[in-house]
């Protein structure tokens, strides 16, 4: 209406614009004459991020990029994840996800140990599936376990399968490949469902750096598009078939920038096989918060480090976000946990309102800069596996590489580099176990995958010796520790003395060893052993045969006192040792404990 007041134009005149220039005159006067450089953080992917941004660094992009737009309709959703184990058929994860979706969720993702034992008609009993987003991640039988979706749904299914053979590296890849081309083109006519699923979260629970992550999706997909195409199923229907899982950790800004990286990168990858940009855009990304960030001490900081990696999911532009719970290490699932774990992601939708703005992070100075900078270094490695015939044929590079990465990390965890709050630093001296530590490491399915296992795992352990002693049994423990773990024991140790006093080891830890914790009552020593002698002194504790195959040593062993000694002595494990220090001493000092006179 004419007589309606007009907004007035926004100003603030008395804010002059300021260059960069300025800003790094501002920035060098603050700091008193120290080195701005010092403030530059050089990333585990290789490349340094800058104290700060300004405008100009979008001119050096060549402007800023186009926003990242979801199709029209498409928002995010609230995936809750199950596991279904081998023994089970899945009612009892079924029930839990359809009561979830009474309370805020809006799907479910079920990870089958045994596609073939899942029970699709209860599923479809309790489950609308013309009309419930649901994921299914599986090793084998894709094809078996659509076929009786589609009988139970009675109609199309939504939602998503997970079965990467080349990322898990089958060994009969042929059959499996021939199997991914049954599955889609059994769903060809679902137009919400994706069947080919690559599992890039196998990589981000193990350690790949975020350049790593894209670039091994990217060479995974390539092969799938390159190979998967037949005389009945076009590469357009392959690519419109591409699903990714992405794990996202507490790295804020960079897991933002993965994703939105992956999407540019997509749209670069489709163009290669002649597809269009429309094509790009079709990409489904389902997110869940990282396994590898986990933790067992002060776990429920796995609370607030969800909080951050969930945000990163859904700023990033993931179309479906699931949160673990917080407890899962150490609890069966329960419905306390699942509860938190479900209701941080409504939290984000209904009073945080972050599905309101489809694309947050552009123009951001920093993210733009962040995600063409992964971008590019991403696109790169993947031109190097290429050149190295792509997947499956780089795969020992691509394992090479993620142990590398990993290890550069447990060791910056050790030395306090990287900081893991409630395990390296800031932790709880008076903290209890709500949970068995021996019967934690003596489960099988207990993650030793992730990042701050080694860690963890000399707690847990030296918790058992102590329990001990106070108990004074006659019994001793001896604990598997991991590989390279006193490497990592070490630098800790250092990091506690002072800086006049660092002794040296006596001996280098020898190359391909396993680290392993001698426990009795009277003492606790650190040691290491070769893989074949710890393996024939589990044989022995166990009673197994020392010529029969398929034995899996367990992660701790116990047994007489006498019997323990006599067997590490026969065996030949070697101490650990530290110029001046017993292994007493030196775990002592570890615990934050004083070390005796």
């Known amino acids: 209406m004419a007589d309606s007041p007009q907004p007035a134009p926004v100003s603030f005149p008395e804010f002059q614009p300021l260059t960069t220039a300025q800003w790094q005159a501002r920035l060098a006067r603050d700091l008193k004459g120290q080195d701005p450089a010092t403030l530059r953080w050089p990333t585990p992917d290789g490349f340094t991020v800058e104290p700060f941004y300004h405008q100009e660094a ?45 309370l805020g969720a809006q799907g479910a993702h079920f990870v089958l140990a045994q596609a073939d034992e899942f029970d699709a008609e209860y599923l479809a009993q309790q489950l609308p599936l ?80 975020a350049t790593q992550q894209l670039a091994f999706a990217l060479s995974t997909a390539a092969h799938y598009l390159s190979q998967l195409p037949t005389d009945e199923l076009t590469v357009a229907e392959v690519a419109a078939a ?23 990168l997509w749209a670069t990858l489709l163009h290669a096989y002649g597809l269009s940009a429309e094509a790009a855009q079709q990409l489904t990304i389902f997110a869940s918060t990282a396994t590898w960030s986990q933790t067992t001490l002060d776990p429920h900081t796995n609370l607030l480090r969800h909080a951050t990696e969930a945000m990163s999911a859904v700023l990033g532009g993931a179309d479906a976000v699931s949160v673990g719970t917080f407890d899962s290490l150490f609890h069966e699932p329960n419905e306390f946990a699942e509860r938190l774990a479900r209701n941080l992601p409504v939290l984000l939708r209904e009073e945080a309102h972050l599905g309101q703005v489809q694309d947050p992070a552009a123009g951001s100075y920093y993210l733009e800069t962040l995600t063409d900078t992964l971008a590019r270094e991403a696109w790169a490695l993947f031109q190097q596996l290429e050149e190295a015939g792509g997947l499956p044929a780089a795969t020992g590079r691509v394992l090479a590489l993620l142990h590398e990465a990993a290890q550069t990390q447990f060791r910056r965890i050790a030395t306090g580099e990287q900081v893991v709050v409630g395990t390296n630093r800031y932790q709880n001296a008076q903290e209890q176990f709500d949970f068995n530590p021996k019967r934690l490491l003596r489960s099988p399915t207990f993650d030793t995958t992730r990042a701050t296992y080694p860690t963890e795992v000399l707690r847990l352990a030296t918790a058992l010796h102590f329990e001990r002693r106070e108990l004074k049994k006659k019994r001793a423990a001896l604990v598997l520790l991991g590989t390279h773990t006193n490497e990592i024991i070490l630098e800790s140790f250092l990091r506690t003395l002072p800086a006049t006093e660092r002794p040296e080891l006596q001996h280098a830890h020898p190359e391909g060893t396993l680290s392993v914790l001698f426990s ?10 070769t893989p074949l002698q710890f393996g024939r002194l589990a044989r022995t504790i166990n009673g197994v045969p020392l010529d029969e195959a398929g034995f899996i040593p367990p992660a701790l062993l116990t047994a007489d006192l006498a019997t323990m000694q006599e067997a590490v002595q026969v065996f030949g494990l070697k101490e650990f040792t530290v110029e001046g220090y017993s292994t007493e001493d030196v775990l002592a000092r570890l615990q934050g404990r004083p070390i005796k006179s």
């Not at 060809?188 to 790949?208: I, K, Q, T």
């Not at 591409?242 to 540019?264: D, M, S």
């Not at 009795?520 to 052993?529: G, I, K, R, V």
């Open 58 to 102: 979008l001119a050096q992009l060549g402007g800023a990029p186009a926003p990242l737009v979801r199709p029209a309709g498409r928002g995010w959703r609230n995936v809750p994840t199950y596991a279904v184990p081998a023994t089970s058929r899945g009612h009892e994860a079924i029930d839990r996800a359809a009561a979830a979706l009474k």
């Open 520 to 529: 009795s009552a009277e003492q606790a020593t650190l040691m290491y052993a």
């Open 242 to 264: 591409l699903h990714l899982h992405v794990a996202v950790a507490p790295n804020y800004f960079f897991e933002i920038a993965k994703l939105r990286a992956l999407r540019r």
């Open 130 to 209: 013309a009309d419930t987003y649901v994921g299914y991640s599986l090793r084998r039988g894709a094809a078996g376990l659509l076929a009786r979706l589609a009988v139970a749904a009675a109609g199309p299914l939504r939602g998503f399968l997970v079965l990467d053979p080349i990322t898990h590296h089958v060994p009969d890849l042929v059959s499996q490949q021939d199997e991914l081309r049954a599955a889609l083109l059994a769903s060809r006519a679902w137009p919400e469902f994706r069947a080919l699923g690559l599992d890039v979260a196998y990589y981000g629970n193990r350690g790949a750096t």
